[in-house]
């Protein structure tokens, strides 16, 4: 909910270092350069689970690493100068389970902005999906950004 007296809303973006997660930072920045909104990225790196007895990780959910060297602020960065957006973007990492984590710190928030992939049905079974749970969880709206749509419904859309 909004509880801001101003009503500059609180979006916040999961990112995982996909693509995805990057056309989700756009769409949130450009949103709030367009309306005066707060954002926050959130990068959420999961715990890893080791075999008993070995040093091998296991990445439960069929769930992949963020990639090596990848730089939360620097990715906000370049997205901001891209835009050329005049907004602050707070940054924020926590370690544990993506969804769980998300939805905590959705509780603050009066959106929740995810990227989509496009995972086939046989692939969400098998690995599940945070957004579906985020989506059915979540204690405020829900916007999913997938990169073929994601010039849509934003505010400079022509």
């Known amino acids: 909910m909004n509880t801001n007296p101003d009503n500059t809303r609180r979006l916040l973006v999961g990112a995982d270092g996909s693509a995805e997660s990057e ?8 949103e709030a350069a367009a309306v005066g909104d707060e954002v926050e990225v959130l990068l959420v790196l999961p715990r890893e689970e080791l075999l008993p007895g070995t040093s091998f990780a296991l990445q439960p959910h069929g769930r992949v690493p963020v990639r090596k060297n990848y730089s939360l602020d620097d990715t906000v960065a370049r997205i901001r100068d891209e835009l050329h957006a005049d907004v602050e973007v707070k940054t924020s990492l926590r370690q544990g ?54 010039h849509r419904f934003s505010p400079t859309a022509s």
């Open 23 to 30: 056309e989700a930072i756009r769409w949130a920045i450009t």
């Open 97 to 150: 389970n993506p969804t769980s984590e998300l939805l905590a710190a959705a509780r603050e928030a009066d959106l929740l902005v995810l990227g989509t992939g496009t995972k086939s049905a046989v692939g969400r079974l098998v690995f599940g999906s945070v957004s579906t749970a985020c989506v059915r969880h979540a204690t405020c709206p829900v916007v999913l950004v997938s990169a073929q749509a994601v």
